[in-house]
């Protein structure tokens, strides 16, 4: 029932616990409890909505930042990981294999709010060799969900 639950809460996490019994054939007790189960072994780890970013009043600026850093004895890259997770713009941190060693999306007011944080925060860190910016320009899926901001124009081209 656990994988079949955490499929289901990632599709919608706004499923009810009877939805949710319904569907996997279970008890709402049963269901509650694992779902408990699973926050409390830090499984779930929260929930959260996919947000069009386009069709809000709010303007913001999301990048994602490539980062070659030197790896640390003893720590390898936990070390920097734990500084730059501290940060408020970092929306999230990978460590990766390839040509870069992390990635991270951080999201600010303009483009001069995230020039400002890759050069006065995450540049000049103890044992970072290279950062590389990219600035998302729009999102077409997030998390599965497909994010649509045009309406389609359903009569098509006319070339005479």
Not at 74 to 83: H, L, N, P, T, V
Not at 113 to 124: E, G, K, N
Not at 144 to 156: A, H, S
């Amino acid at each position: 029932m656990k994988k079949q639950l955490i499929a289901l809460l990632r599709q919608n996490a706004r499923l009810s616990n009877e939805q949710l019994a319904v569907m996997l054939g279970a008890t709402e007790a049963a269901v509650a409890a694992e779902i408990r189960a699973l926050e409390e072994q830090g499984v779930i780890m929260g929930y959260s909505a996919i947000v069009n970013e386009e069709k809000i009043e709010q303007e913001q600026v999301t990048a994602i930042i490539e980062l070659r850093v030197t790896p640390q004895k003893d720590c390898g890259f936990e070390e920097i990981a734990s500084i730059i997770t501290q940060y408020e713009e970092v929306e999230s941190l990978s460590l990766m294999a390839g040509a870069y060693d992390l990635a991270v999306t951080v999201k600010g007011a303009n483009v001069k709010d995230i020039a400002m944080f890759v050069s006065q925060r995450l540049a000049p860190l103890s044992g970072v060799l290279s950062t590389a910016t990219y600035f998302i320009l729009k999102t077409y899926k997030e998390k599965g969900i497909f994010i649509e901001t045009e309406e389609k124009d359903e009569r098509g081209f006319f070339c005479p």
